[in-house]
């Protein structure tokens, strides 16, 4: 069985940084191709950035600039650095790993594996 953990979500105001992690154990991680999504109440969960086995990236244009998305394969442990955040920015963070061979579409599809969610809040 393959697991997901985030943390590192919280409130913050506007302006303000948060840095969100997801630990994987359970699977070889470079199996997979990894990336974040979100979710707001009422909304549909949405692509956040994702990242291939050599480090490009891809970034929603909604996030572009302010996100990074990072991994340490030792530490099997998937990052995403938030900096500038807005209030839209609120939302439950997932992480997900996805099949490689689509790792650069932003799509819910693909997506084998699923955290539980950390939250945040992004107030003005």
């Known amino acids: 069985q393959v697991q997901l953990v985030e943390s590192g979500g919280g409130s913050v105001q506007a302006g303000g940084s948060l840095r969100l992690s997801c630990a994987a154990s359970g699977y070889t991680a470079s199996s997979y191709c990894m990336a974040w999504f979100r979710q707001a109440p009422g909304k549909e969960r949405e692509g956040v950035a994702s990242i291939n086995r050599i480090g490009n990236t891809v970034y929603a244009d909604s996030v572009k600039g302010r996100f990074t998305i990072s991994q340490d394969y030792a530490k099997r442990t998937l990052y995403l650095q938030m900096n500038s955040l807005k209030p839209e920015d609120t939302a439950m963070y997932y992480c997900?790993?996805?099949?490689?061979?689509?790792?650069?579409?932003?799509?819910?599809?693909?997506?084998?594996?699923w955290g539980q969610g950390t939250q945040v809040t992004v107030s003005s």
């Open positions: 997900a790993a996805r099949d490689c061979a689509d790792w650069s579409l932003l799509d819910l599809g693909h997506s084998r594996y």
